[in-house]
């Protein structure tokens, strides 16, 4: 006595076929010519569309909770967010900064920093300019084939932190100013560099 067919395979089958069929249709292998009343088209573009649908893989969201043990303040801000769904995470721009996500003393600045002359060149890396410009609202920020202002101006208002106890020479890295708050043992190599102190304790200005 046979034995029945499974019933996944009674739709699984027809329904593997038919995609198959349908992306042959759209890359032109099974593609003879429209029919009267144009439904070839409409197959064609049904077909074009499974295909693209089944080459496009899933974005898994970046992963930010390493950072945000400590900058706690960016979870919920709104440009991470975004950015963090398509997976565009904090190691991203910044680089990975394990000495400085390990340093309690935050005196060791993250690998990649932005001064302000460089942070439109950094979006338009995934931001292609051609495009930004021809976005709604920037009309009056793209002029004359150059930039005007910053992008960080409107869509990183709050990626900033509101209070730096901590403060860095973004081009050299190098530790400007700091409260002389030290968490660390003194003698820690993450306070080797550090600014020198004030009279009131806090770090001089160079």
């Known amino acids: ?70 900058h706690t303040n960016y979870e919920e801000e709104k440009l991470t967010k975004r950015h963090q769904l398509h997976g565009v995470g904090c190691e991203k721009c910044h680089g990975p900064s394990v000495k400085h996500s390990g340093d309690e003393d935050g005196l060791t600045p993250p690998d990649i920093m932005y001064a302000k002359a460089n942070v439109n060149a950094m979006c338009m890396k995934c931001h292609a300019g051609e495009k930004m410009a021809a976005a709604d609202g920037h009309q009056d920020v793209f002029v004359n084939g150059g930039v005007e202002g910053n992008c960080s101006d409107c869509h990183g208002k709050k990626h900033r932190m509101k209070v730096r106890t901590r403060i860095w020479d973004k081009t050299t890295r190098k530790l400007v100013k700091d409260d002389g708050v030290r968490m660390m043992l003194k003698d820690s190599p993450a306070t080797a560099g550090a600014a020198p102190k004030s009279k009131h304790g806090a770090a001089a200005e160079p």
């Not at 569309?49 to 898994?60: D, G, M, N, R, T």
């Open 1 to 70: 006595m046979r034995k029945p067919v499974p019933t996944v395979l009674l739709w699984a089958v027809p329904t593997v076929l038919l995609t198959a069929s349908l992306c042959l249709v759209a890359s032109g292998i099974l593609w003879a010519g429209p029919p009267a009343g144009g439904s070839g088209l409409a197959a064609a573009a049904v077909g074009q569309a499974l295909a693209l649908q089944a080459s496009a893989e899933p974005v898994e969201p970046a992963d930010n909770s390493y950072c945000l043990v400590c």
